[in-house]
């Protein structure tokens, strides 16, 4: 029996769980796509802008606007953007473009989410009109005979609906669970990364504030002075 027949003798179901599982399927192929290009170079991008901050930030600011086709990128890029900021606001500006950047990397998780919901319910709803459909023709005084070999047949193609459904739901999933697992990596690396951006700010803003020329010098300038 192939998928085809398979399909045919599920009934009606079926169709809106194709409807899912196409659903979920340009979701998690959508989803590898984004990981794949951003998995290997976030740790890159955030040690390159670390370790040009130590030097000058007008380097590490350079860094960041060129990379701001990753997340990374545009996640450090928003504190080094700003002019000379306070360092609370250098802080606040980290953590709102860390939720903007985290929301994007959710992106297909509501849909994953419906679909796991939604597919067994639709099997299984599949299955219980197939049975009552099979047992509706069964005739009391044929219980004992051969004609309900029919019926039989019938319940076991309104199990194929639930069984869809339940495959659907599994791999959704797993994928969901995967895909849950690299936005809780980014956003360790995202916390980790900011906050060693943050502590670099403050310790040249210091030395700024401790300066005789601490009102017009830049940290950048003062982290430039530090180093001659």
Do not use: C, H
Not at 76 to 104: G, I, K, N, Q
Not at 166 to 177: E, M, W
Request: net charge negative; charged share 20%.
């Amino acid at each position: 029996m192939n998928i085809a027949e398979l399909f045919a003798r599920g009934g009606l179901a079926m169709w809106p769980l194709l409807f899912l599982s196409v659903l979920s399927l340009g979701t998690i192929i959508d989803r590898i796509w984004f990981w794949s290009r951003i998995l290997t170079k976030e740790r890159e991008v955030a040690g390159r802008v670390l370790e040009a901050a130590r030097r000058e930030w007008s380097a590490a600011t350079e860094i960041a606007q060129r990379a701001n086709k990753l997340p990374m990128g545009r996640f450090l890029y928003a504190p080094l953007s700003l002019e000379s900021p306070d360092p609370e606001v250098f802080r606040l500006a980290l953590e709102t473009s860390a939720d903007e950047e985290l929301t994007v990397m959710r992106k297909g998780e509501k849909i994953l989410e419906a679909v796991i919901a939604l597919s067994p319910m639709i099997g299984l709803l599949g299955t219980v009109f197939g049975l009552i459909n099979s047992l509706g023709s069964i005739d009391l005084s044929d219980l004992a005979s051969d004609s309900t070999s029919g019926t039989v047949l019938g319940i076991g193609e309104a199990l194929i609906s639930t069984a869809a459904g339940l495959v659907i739901a599994i791999v959704s999933l797993a994928f969901y669970r995967l895909f849950q697992g690299f936005v809780f990596g980014q956003a360790r690396v995202f916390r980790q990364s900011g906050s060693e951006l943050e502590l670099l700010y403050r310790q040249a803003w210091s030395v700024k504030a401790r300066s005789p020329e601490g009102q017009q010098a830049q940290p950048a300038e003062v982290a430039q002075s530090d180093e001659n």
